[in-house]
């Protein structure tokens, strides 16, 4: 078995160098990287300081290419990231900050179901937030080159974050590809979402919860949100609808489906909004549950561009607001 486990490891890391063996080494793309990150505006000092000891991760570069071997279907994906233990701990969070969430709302329109469903399906309510290094992370995925300018900005970004001392170096930590905090924001969104909501000179979307409900709801304020609108709902199709007319980029008023035979769940007809729009959404396809997708379900997938993701913290929101 030891024999086993060293040709094992001897074989991984010669895939990790094998890899990136056609780029310079760290070191050398570290010297062209300092230039890039002190024109923008990270200090010499700091960039010395912030990279010092930062190696390329080889768990890193493995994740970043590993696909996976089959696509769950948005059942399985939904009963996953919707258990009843999330949604009862939902609920009680939800309480717990109802006051602070609906006082946020009054700022930026998004209600507090909303917040809580984000929070917890991408940290389950801030229990995980990943356990890497953002800078070493980043430099990793820079020096690796496969996305090497968007990886190089985000890196720029996270030593600009450190630099202007909202978070430690030691305590910067994310996921392997850089999303940080318990809304699990990159760089970037960082530097154009996060909120200081209590005023103390620092945006902590790594320990503040108050940074990180007024974080997720500016995102979603600056990305479209509708105050007082649904995300959208569950329908009941009485006939089947032409695939080339679903989809979250197909927009079209609710008339317009009322006429195609769209009802709720319950049969009946739909709610007749003036000017509201409304996309079929059929995460499974055809032969699995149909959503009216209304404009809040767009602002969630500037969040996350995935159908599953955006339906299913809708779902969330509102199995966390039905007390």
């Known amino acids: 078995m030891r024999i086993i486990a060293i040709i094992t490891a001897t074989l991984l890391t010669a895939t990790f160098f094998a890899r990136s063996a056609h780029a310079e080494s760290f070191q050398v793309w570290q010297q062209g990287f300092k230039v890039k990150a002190v024109a923008a505006g990270v200090s010499p000092e700091w960039f010395e300081k912030a990279m010092q000891g930062v190696e390329p991760i080889e768990r890193v570069i493995e994740l970043d290419g590993k696909q996976p071997e089959h696509k769950i279907t948005f059942e399985?994906?939904?009963?996953?990231?919707?258990?009843?233990?999330?949604?009862?701990?939902?609920?009680?969070?939800?309480?717990?900050?109802?006051?602070?969430?609906?006082?946020?709302?009054?700022?930026?329109?998004?209600?507090?179901?909303?917040?809580?469903?984000l929070w917890g399906i991408e940290t389950n309510f801030g229990g995980y937030t990943g356990g890497f290094q953002v800078i070493d992370s980043l430099a990793t995925l820079a020096w690796d080159g496969r996305r090497r300018a968007f990886f190089e900005k985000e890196l720029i970004n996270a030593l600009k974050i450190s630099q202007d001392g909202h978070i430690s170096l030691k305590n910067m930590k994310g996921s392997w590809a850089g999303a940080m905090g318990q809304n699990q924001f990159m760089p970037s969104s960082f530097l154009a979402y996060a909120v200081d909501s209590n005023n103390d000179g620092k945006r902590?979307?790594?320990?503040?919860?108050?940074?990180?409900?007024?974080?997720?709801?500016?995102?979603?304020?600056?990305?479209?949100?509708?105050?007082?609108?649904?995300?959208?709902?569950?329908?009941?199709?009485?006939?089947?609808?032409?695939?080339s007319l679903t989809g979250p980029k197909i927009k079209k008023s609710l008339s317009f489906w009322k006429e195609l035979g769209v009802q709720t769940l319950t049969g009946k007809p739909l709610p007749t909004v003036d000017g509201m729009m409304a996309s079929l959404v059929q995460p499974d396809g055809p032969e699995g549950p149909s959503y009216l997708a209304y404009n809040n379900y767009q602002s969630i997938m500037h969040w996350n561009r995935s159908t599953y993701f955006a339906t299913s913290v809708g779902l969330l929101a509102d199995l966390i607001a039905k007390q």
């Open 76 to 117: 399985q994906y939904k009963k996953n990231v919707i258990s009843q233990t999330r949604i009862d701990k939902g609920r009680k969070l939800y309480k717990q900050h109802y006051n602070e969430l609906k006082d946020l709302e009054k700022i930026y329109g998004v209600a507090p179901q909303y917040v809580i469903a």
């Open 204 to 243: 902590d979307i790594w320990t503040d919860t108050s940074d990180v409900f007024a974080s997720t709801s500016n995102y979603l304020k600056t990305n479209g949100w509708t105050a007082g609108e649904k995300w959208g709902r569950q329908v009941y199709l009485t006939k089947p609808i032409a695939k």
